[in-house]
């Protein structure tokens, strides 16, 4: 039987963006169909529109998380909190991992500064990634990116993190 983090990797592969990938991998659990899930997710692939911002996977992610652990009243200051909490986990999880949670430097676009300030974040803005064209998929393509390995990390951190919170 085909594990989520497989599946994620195999809708990767299949030409599904980061995110749609690795939601729509857990997105059954939720009841939610896969074109839904595939639609919910989509704008969030490349770092936010192929903006090269927060990683698709990592927003994926996060989606999940939100599905898990989010509040669903507007005043729900302690369930908001612990949404957020979990979500900064993730992240702390993921970036131990890779270094990062954005898109451009995990492409290695820009530098991965080993410290982040405002001001160095704001130094190449979105309009440096202005082309929306998604690449082909080529063998190059998948040899050249390391988003095959960050799709399966994000499960990794959904079935660790998230997950094993529940326990």
């Known amino acids: 039987m085909e594990t989520r983090k497989e599946k994620a990797i195999r809708l ?16 059954d659990k939720y009841g939610i169909d896969e074109e839904t899930a595939f639609r919910l997710s989509a704008s969030f692939g490349g770092g ?3 903006m090269r911002e927060v990683c698709g996977a990592v927003s994926g992610m996060f989606m999940v ?34 270094g990062s949670i954005i898109c451009k430097e995990l492409l290695g676009l820009v530098p991965m500064p ?13 309009a440096a990634f202005t082309d929306t064209r ?15 390995e960050l799709v399966g990390q994000a ?13």
Do not use: H, W
């Not at 990767?12 to 997105?27: D, E, H, L, T």
């Not at 009243?73 to 970036?95: F, S």
């Not at 080993?114 to 704001?122: C, F, P, Q, V, Y």
């Open 65 to 98: 998380a939100g599905l898990e652990t989010g509040a669903t009243e507007g005043k729900d200051a302690e369930g908001k909190k612990a949404n957020y909490d979990m979500v900064q986990k993730m992240a702390e999880a993921y970036r131990k991992e890779n």
């Open 155 to 167: 499960c990794d951190i959904i079935e660790n993190v998230l997950y094993a919170a529940e326990k």
């Open 114 to 126: 080993e410290s982040k300030t405002r001001e160095a974040e704001s130094t190449v803005t979105a």
């Open 12 to 27: 990767f592969k299949s030409g599904y963006n980061c995110s749609q990938s690795v939601f729509a991998a857990y997105a």
């Open 134 to 148: 998604p690449e082909a998929r080529t063998e190059e393509y998948y040899q050249k990116r390391p988003c095959v």
């Open 48 to 50: 936010m529109g192929r």
